[in-house]
């Protein structure tokens, strides 16, 4: 039987370990927190990674635990004016899952651990930590230390699905090639609900000094609860965003009547846009945010680290029925994902961060003009949803897979 150590069972290393289960793969899941980590994070799904989590069979119960979002509204701050409404009804017929789905990432990682659990017990190891690994031609041999101390495993092939401050990618030695933004973000959550100004499920607020991403998640259930992401200045500005004069400013901005007792959470983290020099060294692969970290703008970082595992087993089981191609498909692997994160991934939440702090009222009008006219041509306004959605660029994918070229 094949065999494969997945390291981090966060939503990427979930998917690739219950992905090469159900193929029939011998899989450890090695996760050194001891419970699932629930930290606020990423919330978004995709209509393609809602298709993959439904051929992994959790979809069903995901989709079920989160807030379909079929509309995505973008909106002016100064004048409240609401700008565009972009709708994911016109994919239909491009998939089956013609809307987005808020749903933590919490929630999908635990839900495709207890479908793991279901399949082979024992497969997930929490509160075990890999701390090293060597390779050679026939496979690798790893070193973990857990509860009942240390010992070796030795396996096919090793996931480092470790996020993104990867031991994996640093032991490969593999440059995170980018950058980080001088600002940072501050995450915000409130029970206040947004949807009598009209707000939707997700949303983009326009504005040069105090943009913002306002989106609901499902929580514990009904009501639910509000993120909104605000930019906020650089550690070293001497400024705390977290603070309550900072937090005051921003969410009154949004709505005079919030105030700080309707702030349940303060977070603030720096933000990286960066891509691995390479995805995979010998039998060692590198998923997720250990492969590529982008801004939340969009809600792409959990979708592509999704889509990565699922093309990664696609590729493992394709190497193992035919092991002369090992070497093509795995490099097809980097080629394809790396050429992901780069062309789409990177380009398109740079580009999304742009858009919402255009600084010049110039800058400004154009941006909502764009938007304004994208939205109100069907043509344009499909071929965008596509590309948001993730849709296009995988599909541009396949037709690059197609081509005689290649
Ligand atoms: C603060 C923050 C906020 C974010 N907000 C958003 C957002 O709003 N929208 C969005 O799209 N994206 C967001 N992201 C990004 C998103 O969370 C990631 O793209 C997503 O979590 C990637 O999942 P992953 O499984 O690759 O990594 P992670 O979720 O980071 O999981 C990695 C796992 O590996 C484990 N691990 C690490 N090293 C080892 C080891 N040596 N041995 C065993 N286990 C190990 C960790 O404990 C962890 O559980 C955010 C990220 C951060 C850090």
Redesign the pocket.
């Known amino acids: 039987m094949t065999s494969c150590a997945v ?7 979930t998917s690739m370990a219950l992905a090469l289960l159900r193929q029939g793969f011998e899989v450890t899941l ?4 001891a419970s ?2 629930a ?6 799904l995709q209509p393609p990674t809602l298709e993959m989590l439904s051929e992994l069979g959790t979809g069903a119960e995901i989709i079920a635990k989160g807030l379909k979002a079929p509309v995505f509204q973008f909106r002016d701050r100064a004048s409240d004016e609401i700008l565009a409404e972009y709708d994911y009804g016109r994919l239909e017929g491009a998939t089956p899952y013609p809307f987005a789905v808020q749903c933590e ?1 919490f929630k999908v ?1 635990d839900t495709n651990a207890r479908a793991i659990e279901a399949l082979r017990p024992g497969t997930l190891r929490l509160a ?4 090293g690994f060597t390779q050679d031609a026939q496979g690798v041999t790893l070193t ?1 230390r857990g509860p009942d101390g240390s010992h070796k495993q030795r396996v096919d092939y090793l996931v480092g ?7 994996t990618r640093k032991t490969l030695g593999i440059a995170f090639e980018g950058f980080t933004y001088e600002e940072r973000f501050l ?1 915000l959550t409130t029970p206040r609900d947004f949807f009598d100004r009209g707000f939707r499920v997700r949303n983009y607020v326009l504005d040069p000094t105090q943009w913002c991403a306002l989106f609901k998640v499902p929580h514990e259930g009904p009501p639910g609860l509000w ?1 909104i ?1 605000f930019p906020a200045p650089a550690a070293d500005a001497g400024l705390d965003p977290t603070s309550d004069d900072y937090v005051r400013a921003q969410i009154q901005g949004l709505d005079s009547t919030l105030d700080l007792p309707d702030i349940a959470h303060r ?1 603030i ?1 720096a933000v990286n846009q960066r891509v691995a020099a390479a995805f995979r060294k010998g039998r060692v692969f590198l ?4 492969a590529h ?1 982008n801004n ?1 703008l ?6 592509s ?1 999704i889509h990565d595992a699922i093309n990664l087993a696609e590729k493992l089981v394709a190497a193992r029925a035919a092991p002369g191609d090992a070497e093509a498909l795995f490099e097809a692997y980097d080629r394809e994902r790396r050429g992901m994160a780069d062309r789409y991934v990177q380009a398109q939440t740079i580009q999304n961060k742009k858009r919402l702090e255009a600084r010049t009222p110039e800058a400004r009008r154009a941006a909502a003009e764009e938007l304004r006219a994208t939205c109100a041509d069907p043509e344009r306004h499909r071929a965008w949803v596509m590309n948001a959605s993730l849709i296009a660029g995988l599909a541009a994918l396949s037709d690059t897979e197609r081509s005689p070229a290649r």
């Open positions: 390291i981090g069972a966060g939503p990427v290393g090695y996760e050194r927190e699932l980590p930290d606020p994070r990423a919330a978004t990432q990682a075990t930590e890999v701390t973990a699905c470790d996020g993104g401050r990867s031991a995450v993120r992401v977070n983290y998923a997720g945010d250990a970290v939340p969009g809600g792409l970082g959990m979708n680290g």
